[in-house]
Nanobody
Framework: QVQLVESGGGSVQAGGSLRLSCAAS????????MAWFRQAPGKEREGVAA????????FYADSVKGRFTISQDNAKNTVHLQMNSLKPDDTAMYYC???????????????????WGQGTQVTVSS
């Protein structure tokens, strides 16, 4: 069984920064893609950023390109999301997701991912 635990959420003013982390435990040696999704109240869950193992290739939603950076720490099976220049529209619950089998490059839909974390809240005030 795989467990994903997110950390690093919080409240920040517009223009500020936050760093989210997702630690994976269990049978994770062969994961192929880890990603961050977010869901605001009344909206669908949307992909934010994804990173592939072992290539390290990354993909971003257009809305966060140039502001967010996803990275991995393979030794610790941890993925980070550095969020800079935050906007009120970035306010959402952020979820970490793991995909065990390579399907295609890109963020993909939530249904493609095998495991999910519990989420961490990010609130950006204007």
């Amino acid at each position: 069984q795989v467990q994903l635990v997110e950390s690093g959420g919080g409240s920040v003013q517009a223009g500020g920064s936050l760093r989210l982390s997702c630690a994976a435990s269990g049978y994770v040696d062969s994961w192929r893609r880890m990603a961050w999704f977010r869901q605001a109240p009344g909206k669908e869950r949307e992909g934010v950023a994804a990173i592939y193992a072992p290539s390290g290739s990354t993909f971003y939603a257009d809305s966060v390109k140039g502001r967010f950076t996803i990275s991995q720490d393979n030794a610790k099976n941890t993925v980070h999301l550095q969020m800079n220049s935050l906007k009120p529209d970035d306010t959402a619950m952020y979820y970490c997701a793991l995909d065990l089998v390579f399907k295609h490059y890109g963020l993909g839909s939530p249904s493609e991912y095998n495991y999910w974390g519990q989420g961490t809240q990010v609130t950006v005030s204007s």
